[in-house]
């Protein structure tokens, strides 16, 4: 996350002036090359003066006759997960210090630097990769839209059940205690611990035959606390039934089967203070896999539910976020 975000009152004073000293009509950029690719790295030492530069860094610049695009990503190679929530306190941070919002800001100031007239076809784009072959799941094109004589951002976001959780803590407004005691007992390893505590208690219960559900320990529990739920049964297909051949197995006593699919749970969950509590985010992801099997160890394993099964999960999701704030504020 971002250390500081210094006040840019200068460069924003620059931005109320976007076309001083824009390049007239360009009949082609390209004759430009050398020059934008010199402001491409006076942009890149603006990110880091700016304390933007902890989180975004310049990846590239393409130059076309017509267009002209500033491409950055993200200072660290992590989880779209980590992206997202850095994206979010990057833009919280800056917007705090700021009267206009981060997009602008990233499309101004190349804007200035570059000397390209703002409404030219010209645009600033962050994603969370540019590793051929891997996905773009995260992603801004921020750029001016002539029509509407506005800075417009296109955002793409990963397929995931994100739910917001806003928590006003009651106590916030007893004074008979510190804001210092209170934000101790509402401290992301607190509610970190108690989440994951609910957590254990809630899914290590067996509901099905054959299954064994078992909370593993945390794969991170510092910035973000991630843990997986497996060998779950009708935890999110709550319609799943059994295989009619299984059914006639036990039905024949040949076999005690449960051929149920197995799932899968993911959860990532984030911690942020604010003024009046705290902000919780809870990402769920799915899998699931055929009960035909004891052993789903393997990568292969399990399926995504987004594809077959994404109302399923929104609807879980939901009801999980309902639950998580009663168990926190309680």
């Avoid at 306190?89 to 390209?116: D, M, N, V």
């Avoid at 703002?118 to 784009?125: E, H, I, K, S």
Wanted: with cysteine.
């Amino acid at each position: 996350m971002p250390k500081t975000i210094r006040p840019l009152l200068a460069a924003v004073a620059i931005f109320l002036f976007p076309g001083f000293c824009a390049f007239a009509q360009v009949a082609d950029f390209r004759t430009e090359k050398p020059y934008l690719h010199e402001q491409k790295d006076r942009y890149q030492h603006w990110l880091e003066y700016s304390g933007i530069g902890d989180i975004l860094r310049v990846y590239d610049l393409t130059v076309e006759e017509r267009d002209v695009v500033l491409f950055l990503g993200f200072t660290r190679p992590a989880g779209t997960d980590y992206m997202i929530n850095a994206w979010e306190t990057l833009k919280f941070s800056f917007e705090a210090e700021h009267p206009i919002r981060l997009e602008q800001a990233l499309f101004y100031k190349w804007i200035s630097l570059s000397g390209i007239s703002q409404d030219a076809n010209v645009g600033v784009y962050v994603y969370n990769t540019y590793e051929p072959g891997l996905p773009k799941l995260f992603g801004r094109q921020i750029y001016f839209d002539a029509d509407s004589g506005k800075v417009m951002v296109e955002e793409y976001n990963p397929k995931s059940m994100v739910r917001k959780i806003e928590i006003t803590p009651p106590t916030f407004s007893d004074k008979k205690i510190s804001e210092a005691e209170i934000r101790k007992q509402w401290s992301k390893k607190v509610v970190f611990d108690k989440i994951y505590a609910y957590a254990k208690n809630r899914y290590e219960q067996t509901r099905c035959d054959q299954r064994f559900p078992q909370v593993k320990p945390p794969l991170e529990d510092d910035d973000v606390l991630r843990f997986e739920v497996i060998d779950l049964c009708k935890e999110v297909l709550v319609d799943e039934s059994q295989n009619a051949l299984c059914e006639l197995f036990r039905s024949l006593s040949i076999s005690d089967c449960n051929w149920v699919k197995r799932e899968m749970l993911t959860f990532t969950i984030t911690h942020e203070e604010t003024v009046s509590g705290v902000k919780i985010t809870v990402d769920i992801e799915g899998k699931y896999g055929s009960g035909f099997y004891s052993n789903l160890s393997g990568l292969r394993g399990y399926m995504d539910m987004e594809e077959e099964f994404k109302s399923y999960l929104e609807r879980y999701a939901d009801q999980f976020k309902t639950e998580l704030k009663k168990i926190l504020t309680e």
